[in-house]
T-cell receptor
């Protein structure tokens, strides 16, 4: 069965520091991979997605993620964190077939200290 | 941009009540989903729908049902609300990847 693991429940970084959020997945075929962000009291907003091709994908708000098939990972990175990045981040995986459901990780809460 | 609207941001209901959570999307998408979000558990799929009058159970369907009479509207029904259904409920729509989410309904059952 497909699953997503986000090993870090909470992460705290200083403003201006670099960030890496980890995501490992278990999936039997080539997956779609996503990162979403959720600000307090809001729905989920898509940061970036990977379907195929270049394994380094760029997203909104200066985020990027790298797909590593050999490690079954899709880690999210940002070179310099801003206070407004404080939120909860979710990694998700889904099959390539149109219409099928996504499976989400448990989320990582990012705190930014000034 | 696709818009997914959940009619209520906050709801407080009593144990045993029948509760309707409504979700409307404006892009003629065939696929719609209801997720439940709890701290430390992420999002868990309750039900999804491929098309009008088509529905399938997700991972945690117990205590819930759904209705999709029109393509744009997907309703989640709690037949007899219980305190363990206190949670954030998120609706999503998918025409082509990726999903678009509504802002969520925070339901408290007392």
């Amino acid at each position: 069965a497909q699953s997503v693991t986000q090993p870090d429940i909470h992460i705290t970084v200083s403003e201006g520091a670099s960030l890496e959020l980890r995501c490992n997945y278990s999936y039997g075929a080539t997956p779609y991979l996503f990162w979403y962000v959720q600000s307090p009291g809001q729905g989920l907003q898509l940061l970036l997605k990977y379907f195929s091709g270049d394994t380094l994908v760029q997203g909104i708000k200066g985020f990027e993620a790298e797909f590593k098939r050999s490690q079954s990972s899709f880690n999210l990175r940002k070179p310099s964190v801003h206070w407004s990045d404080a939120a909860e981040y979710f990694c998700a995986v889904g099959p390539m077939e149109y219409g099928n459901k996504l499976v989400f990780g448990a989320g990582t809460i990012l705190r930014v200290k000034s | 941009d696709v818009k997914v609207t959940q009619s209520s941001r906050y709801l407080v209901k009593r144990t045993g009540e029948k509760v309707f959570l409504e979700c409307v999307q404006d892009m003629d998408h065939e696929n719609m989903f209801w997720y439940r979000q709890d701290p430390g558990l992420g999002l868990r799929l309750i039900y999804f729908s491929y098309d009008v009058k088509m529905k399938e159970k997700g991972d945690i369907p117990e205590g819930y049902s759904v209705s999709r009479e029109k393509k744009e509207r997907f309703s989640l029904i709690l037949e007899s609300a219980s305190t363990n259904q206190t949670s954030m409920y998120l609706c999503a729509s998918r025409g082509a990847p990726p999903y678009t989410f509504g802002s969520g309904t925070r339901l408290t059952v007392v």
